[in-house]
């Protein structure tokens, strides 16, 4: 029998956003975010392979966090966390050996001009 990790979330608070047309009916569509639901977080180390696979796909891993398990994370989805710091999630992955079931976000900053409103 394999031992399990007992994770705790310790490092802040994490909202998940979908960036959906938030304007008015009728008039031109503008880009916001939609919350989805707030977790709290476990900040993760990017390791050395991730982050050599990232560059070597061409793509970017600024940070990674573990949050409970929950059903509505996907990519491309939008991280804000404590600081209001936005972040687009560009891997999702299932820890197998970690209590409570988790959840590990690969996040990529949100650059200037692709930021996003959320009130």
């Known amino acids: 029998m394999s ?11 994490v909202t998940i956003c979908d960036v959906d047309n938030v304007g008015e009916a009728g008039f031109r569509p503008v880009k916001g975010l ?5 977790l709290r977080y476990q ?6 392979t991730r982050f050599y696979a990232a560059k070597a796909a061409q793509a970017r891993v600024d940070r990674v966090i573990r949050v409970p398990r929950c059903g509505v994370l996907k990519t ?10 936005q972040y687009i ?4 992955q299932y820890p197998a050996a970690v209590r409570p079931l988790s959840i590990d976000l ?7 001009g692709e930021t996003y409103d959320f009130a």
């Not at 491309?76 to 710091?85: E, K």
């Not at 690969?106 to 200037?112: K, Q």
């Open 3 to 13: 031992r399990s990790e007992v994770q705790t979330y310790n490092d802040g608070l």
């Open 34 to 38: 939609v919350k989805k639901c707030a």
């Open 43 to 48: 900040e993760r180390t990017v390791g050395v």
């Open 76 to 85: 491309d989805q939008v991280a804000i966390l404590g600081s209001g710091d």
């Open 89 to 92: 999630i560009v891997q999702v």
């Open 106 to 112: 690969s996040l990529r900053t949100v650059e200037d």
